[in-house]
């Protein structure tokens, strides 16, 4: 317990010093208890996600950092790897090939790496995967890119 | 006193003739034992005679003691001898002593560490040819895959480091790698090896925690950096793994049992481990002679499938289609990894390897092979079969109960053994003045029982999925006789040797109420026949029955070969079970056996004294 709470205050103070060092995640932590934490990312250029802001939920574990933390999407996105309703995603660092080396920068930054490379081999998002293995490149981006903007876009006007 | 210590005198020469009789007509044994035998009788004769103890009757007594024990031993060796043929008993002393031997046969070859020989053997599931190939002819490769690091990275320069985990610095006398330049503090290291531990024997393959690097952890290391109950751990699981990975080695599946058992050539499995609980070593279950290992498992399934437990398990796990652990799939897609140290990775929904799946299949996750089976209908067949079950249950339950029924008649006879070797043969030494060693023969009855106990408790396992008709009338009839044999012996050492021991409440020094020695011989003359009548029977049956019964068809065909056993030569024969009771030529067809009246041994016609005790028939 103890552990995990200087580790993550180390983390804390290292996103606050370095706050403008990754322009695409912004890390907030929950003003009253320190094992909750959100996440705004940038979705990744040259993807459909180019341009929305995805919202990510953590929920860190008192064994962290030798558990990996359990995160989720609160906005909605269409991605194989991602649960369409829930936002659960399937990651194999998030899972069994954690290491207490990474940290919550580090596993957006997976999170943003995954948004560019999806894995349709392993889906949560059946239809989305369909897509990709299909070869509907085309279909899967425009589906993609369709709820980035209805979700994941600030509304105009 | 003296008349009565004449009495056993003479009955101790009678019975020396049954036994002579015995050996020679019925069990055909070596001399050796007929020998031992009538020394034996004498020997009980002496002791019967007790204070009186003249020098001589001593010597003998002595020399007949040594022999006896002698017996003892060339036989028990013998019984090792035959057994250690086929499989191994393993202590934990001898796995740590063998896995030691292997791990430092490999470090001294090649020259490293004993760590790292243990990591590599791990890898090579402890195969040390394969290893030591593949080593020389690409060590670099090997080290690669493994993690193990050619050179030991300097140590770094600057005084202070950030550990990687916690972010704190340390001096760089606070903090360790596992020989790549990742250091972690030790407080780090501790909870990330314990993490690893607990998740399981994966903690064996453990790397540096960087994951850019991997670089394996040792276990010089675990033991420098864990926990004390995490190095103990860490250490069995090693000791696991040298069993484990071995494909000639097994653990012994009783409960809190240590040992394990290398299985050395084919034929029948059923083994005896050191803790005395006998199983089969190719599936583990508890021994199973005659039947088979599917069967036993079919059975087994079905026993537990009764239970709401293994419902549970039915409807929302699949085994894993390599290692057949229960896998319960509670979110995710089809993609499914098992756990180490199997990780085999398989679709959920066909149970078919990961890697044969694409677009050939259609699709990683719309599996097709799965519903196209479904489409021939290869699972409504299962389906259906499930139904067909449902409606033997009632079948199911007859056999089912007798099984069971077995199985607490032997639990039972087992508590009875430890009885008896722990206060009954005293008292017997204590009333008759026999030495315990020559009540072996109650302790071997007790033994027989157990055994048979367990062969009939299987025989209706076989009897519940034998379904040829003609087969299934011999079996029963073959059960049936194993059934009441069995039953012969079980009451004889059960009820009939009450008689001799002396009851709880004892009014005076009665002595009229006493059994004499005689009736006593006569007692152990009766249940060592039906030991040895029994035991022969049933190791036929089991011969037999592991055969399928295969005499059955030329008996369907109605020819009648010397060694084929008709319906009717049955009745007269089979009784007379010790010699080959089921492929047994019965010299007289035409008339009926006779039952001995002190033994219960089914005659031939043409004999007019007993085969095994010598009782005269008439």
């Known amino acids: 317990m103890q552990a995990s709470r200087a580790r993550l205050f180390k983390e804390y103070k290292e996103v606050q010093r370095e706050k403008s060092a990754d322009p695409d995640i912004q890390l907030i932590c929950d003003d009253s208890n320190i094992f909750k934490w959100t996440a705004l990312i940038k979705g990744p250029s040259e993807t459909p996600f180019e341009g929305g802001v995805f919202q990510l939920a953590f929920s860190i574990p008192e064994q962290y950092p030798l558990l990996p933390p359990q995160v989720r999407f609160l906005t909605k996105i269409f991605h194989p790897n991602v649960h369409f309703k829930t936002g659960e995603i399937c990651l194999d660092i998030l899972k069994n090939a954690w290491s207490p080396a990474w940290t919550l920068q580090s596993v957006c930054r997976a999170i943003i790496a995954l948004m560019a490379h999806p894995e349709p081999d392993s889906p949560l998002n059946c239809d989305s995967g369909n897509l990709l293995r299909s070869g509907d490149i085309r279909g899967y981006q425009s589906m993609a890119r369709m709820y980035t903007r209805l979700a994941a876009m600030p509304k105009k006007g | ?618």
């Open chain 2, 1 to 618: 006193m003296d008349s009565d210590a004449e009495m056993p005198m003479s009955s101790d020469e009678e019975m020396l003739d049954d036994e002579d009789y015995y050996d020679y007509s019925d069990m055909g044994e070596a001399d050796e034992e007929e020998e031992e035998e009538e020394e034996e009788g004498e020997e009980g004769g002496d002791g019967s005679e007790g204070g009186e103890g003249d020098g001589e009757g001593d010597s003998d007594e002595e020399l007949v003691g040594g022999d006896y024990e002698g017996r003892e031993a060339e036989g028990s060796d013998e019984v090792v001898s035959r057994r250690e043929q086929r499989y191994i008993v393993l202590t934990e002393k001898d796995i740590n002593e063998r896995q030691e031997e292997d791990i430092s046969k490999v470090a001294a070859v090649l020259s490293i560490r004993r760590e790292e020989a243990c990591v590599l053997l791990h890898h090579y599931k402890w195969n040390i040819s394969k290893l030591s190939d593949e080593w020389f002819a690409d060590e670099e490769k090997v080290r690669d895959i493994v993690g193990l690091l050619l050179n030991g990275i300097d140590f770094p320069n600057s005084s202070k480091l950030t550990c990687g985990i916690c972010f704190e610095g340390y001096s760089s006398d606070a903090m360790s790698s596992a020989g790549c330049d990742h250091f972690y503090c030790h407080e780090c290291w501790e909870g990330y090896i314990s993490a690893a531990i607990s998740d399981g024997p994966g903690c064996l393959s453990l790397r540096c925690p960087d994951p850019s690097c991997g670089a394996m952890v040792l276990q010089d290391m675990v033991n420098k950096l864990a926990k004390e109950d995490d190095k103990v751990r860490y250490a069995r699981f090693v000791l696991r793994a040298y069993v484990e990975d071995s494909k000639k080695t097994k653990w012994c599946p009783a409960p809190d049992c240590t040992c394990a058992v290398e299985f050395v050539s084919d034929g029948n499995y059923d083994v005896s481990c050191n803790c005395k609980f006998s199983f089969c070593w190719n599936c583990t279950e508890e021994a199973h002679r005659p039947v088979n290992c599917e069967t036993v498992s079919k059975w087994v399934l079905k026993n537990s499938a009764e239970s709401e437990n293994m419902n549970w398990i039915l409807a929302n796990s699949k085994p894993c289609p390599k290692c057949k652990r229960p896998i319960e799939k509670n979110q995710g897609c089809m993609h499914m990894t098992c756990t180490p140290p199997c990780k085999f990775e398989f679709c959920w929904l066909c149970l078919g390897s990961w890697a044969e799946h694409g677009e050939r299949t259609g699709g990683f996750y719309a599996c097709n092979r799965y519903e196209s089976a479904k489409k021939e209908g290869v699972y409504d067949e299962t389906e259906s079969r499930r139904e067909r079950a449902k409606n033997s249950l009632e079948r199911y339950m007859h056999y089912y109960e007798r099984w069971a029924s077995n199985q607490t008649s032997r639990q039972k006879a087992q508590s009875d053994l430890q009885k008896a070797e722990k206060e009954q043969l005293a008292k017997l030494t204590d009333v008759f003045g026999i030495p315990e060693t020559q009540l072996k023969f109650i302790i071997e009855a007790w033994s027989q029982i157990i055994e048979c106990r367990r062969v009939l408790k299987w025989t209706y396992a076989y009897g519940y999925y034998l379904d040829d008709k003609v087969k299934s009338e011999f079996f029963e009839y073959l059960q049936g006789e194993a059934e009441s044999g069995l039953e012969r012996l079980h009451q004889c050492a059960e009820k009939d040797l009450q008689a001799f021991l002396p009851p709880a409440v004892r009014p005076e020094n009665n002595e009229p109420t006493t059994p004499s020695l005689a009736d006593f011989g006569e007692f152990r003359v009766k249940l060592a026949g039906l030991t040895s009548v029994t035991r022969n029977y049933f190791e036929n049956l089991v011969q037999a029955l592991e055969a399928g019964l295969e005499d059955v068809h030329s008996t369907a065909q109605g020819t009648t070969s010397s060694n084929t056993t008709t319906a009717t030569s049955k009745k007269a024969g089979t009784k007379g079970k010790s010699k080959k009771p089921l492929a047994r030529t019965s010299s007289d067809n035409s008339e009926e056996g006779w039952p001995c009246e002190r033994c219960t041994f089914i005659n031939l016609p043409s004999v007019d004294a007993c085969s095994v005790c010598d009782k005269h028939r008439y």
